[in-house]
């Protein structure tokens, strides 16, 4: 299973980002995908999970500080997954990781214990 970030930068604060989780050696239908950051110093952190099949999310969760503010997309049959960003803050400085919790549930979990593969990371910068 290989997970590929991709779409961090540096933007203005107020700005927008959209990421990109590319997946191989995995259905995406057959399970979730989670979207966790870590900023210097911190642990990293859940921000938002999802499942589905093709292009339809079936279940959506997003930590409390990032609700109406980042959305996800995903075509599961395809392998492709989004995290859209949006009215960024300061706050959400870090490095990004989409991964894969290898369990059809049916909802997703934010706890990264779940969770049994992972992409490198992108880094998303927010200037203030």
């Known amino acids: 299973v290989q997970l590929v970030e991709s779409g961090g930068g540096l933007v203005q604060a107020g700005g927008s980002l959209t990421l990109t989780c590319s997946a191989s050696?995995?259905?995406?239908?057959?399970?979730?995908i989670g979207w966790f950051r870590q900023a210097p110093g911190k642990e990293r952190e859940g921000v938002s999970c999802m499942s589905g099949a093709d292009t339809r999310i079936f279940y959506t969760a997003f930590e409390e500080s990032v609700k109406g503010r980042f959305s996800v997309s995903a075509d599961f049959a395809k392998g492709t997954a989004r995290l859209h960003l949006n009215n960024l803050k300061s706050a959400d400085t870090g490095v990004y990781y989409c991964s894969i919790e290898d369990r059809r549930t049916g909802n997703c979990d934010l706890d990264r214990k779940v969770y049994d593969y992972w992409g490198q990371g992108t880094q998303v910068t927010v200037s203030s």
């Open positions: 050696g995995f259905d995406l239908e057959d399970g979730a």
